[in-house]
């Protein structure tokens, strides 16, 4: 499976962008998704997560409350939308699938199955 993010560009603060994760060779019906940030001279770290089910979501603190992950699997994306984005949100975000068992309520992993290239969000004072 491919997984591709798009979305991102360049905002000022108090701007709103919202990020897609598109799956090709595969459904995200059997998938549990997370995005990820990763920016410049700092570690990954995970945004939120979105359950098979769709009905269960693990936001980071920092994000929390201006960051939604919906999941339509019937367009095979996943989505992130991001509201009143601050300077600090500046970095490339990327998505990523762990195949789990069908009903799986689970959210978040420590390990994902397939990665895919990022998109640059970038936010301006």
């Known amino acids: 499976v491919q997984l591709q993010a798009s979305g991102g560009g360049s905002v000022q603060a108090g701007g709103s962008l919202r990020l897609s994760c598109a ?3 595969r459904t995200f019906s059997r998938n549990a998704v997370g995005w990820f940030r990763q920016a410049p001279g700092k570690e990954r ?3 939120g997560a979105i359950s098979w089910t ?7 603190d920092s994000i929390k ?3 939604t992950i919906s999941k339509d699997s019937a367009n095979n994306t ?4 991001m509201n009143s984005l ?3 949100d500046t970095a490339v ?14 959210a978040l992993f420590n390990e994902y ?7 640059q969000v970038t936010v301006s004072s």
């Open 23 to 25: 799956a090709s060779g």
């Open 45 to 47: 770290e995970v945004v």
């Open 54 to 60: 769709g009905y269960y979501t693990y936001y980071a």
């Open 65 to 67: 409350g201006r960051f």
């Open 78 to 81: 996943v989505s992130l939308q």
């Open 86 to 88: 601050k300077p600090e």
């Open 93 to 106: 975000y990327s998505c990523a699938a762990k195949s789990v068992p069908p009903y799986s309520n689970t």
């Open 113 to 119: 199955d397939y990665w895919g290239q990022g998109t």
